[in-house]
């Protein structure tokens, strides 16, 4: 079996490289063949997993907050706040940023850990199963003659959407790969080519920061007004060359899985 990777650039990633494992989830049986001179090269299907794709996983992260109240200098009864009878006592918000306060460092009394929901990204990925056979006589036996290898050259896709779908999403992908599948051996060879996809670019990206942060933390959320389900139908068409000959021809299969606004334990 014989496992490649691609990270499309259909919601922003790119590259290509070997992949570890086949996909679970979804699976939608179903594609075409192509009958080459010595093989017969043919779609198996495709897993999606996760077969429902949300487009943000939220979770409650805590994160270093300013407390703007807290009593920074001159509080001389050190009960954390600037009393009415302490004219000298000066707030967080009071004094410049940095200012050492009288319990610490400005960071040490200043802040303090909150709860807050973070979206991030999710990823799935579409595992494409092929095999190619050796190519029969009229009576059954396998042809007289060595049968070919089978370059995946790469694919172009199309997407249908529903009604209520996120605006501006892509109606179509190209994608150029190369792919080897060997001769059948024993009976038949078997490949999977996997495209993993992200769901950032079409995420609305809110920036989390304040004087108590080093860095500014993202985080994402699903795009305004979309609260529902979002059903996306893709057609990929292979094109594969049997590389003994030459020829190309094309291996369709369809796809489809869902999108929704989100998962986790919180909302952004």
Known sequence: MKKWVIYSSLFGMAGFGFFGCGGSGLSDAGGSLAEFNTVIFSSTGADVNPGIVPIVNAQTQQIPDFNPLK???GDTNNNGRCDSDEDGCRTCADVPVGTPCDGGDFRTVCCAQVDRCVGTPTE????????S???????????????????IQGYTAVFNYSAGCPSLLPTSETKTVSAFVP??????????????????????????????????????????????????????????????????????VPVSFQIVPGAGTCVP
């Open 71 to 73: 009593a920074c200098v």
């Open 183 to 252: 001769a059948p051996s024993g009976g038949e060879s078997t490949a999977q080519v996997s495209i993993k996809y992200s769901t950032q670019p079409f995420a609305t990206s809110v920036n989390i920061s304040n004087v108590c942060m080093t860095t500014t933390m993202i985080s994402f959320r699903p795009p305004p007004g979309f609260s529902g389900v979002c059903n996306v139908n893709a057609v990929y068409n292979w094109t594969v060359m049997e590389q003994y000959t030459g020829k190309v021809k094309t291996v369709s």
């Open 133 to 151: 056979t050796p190519l029969f006589d009229a009576s059954g036996k396998p042809l007289p003659r060595p049968t070919s290898p089978v370059i």
């Open 124 to 131: 799935w990925t579409i595992t494409f199963n092929f095999k």
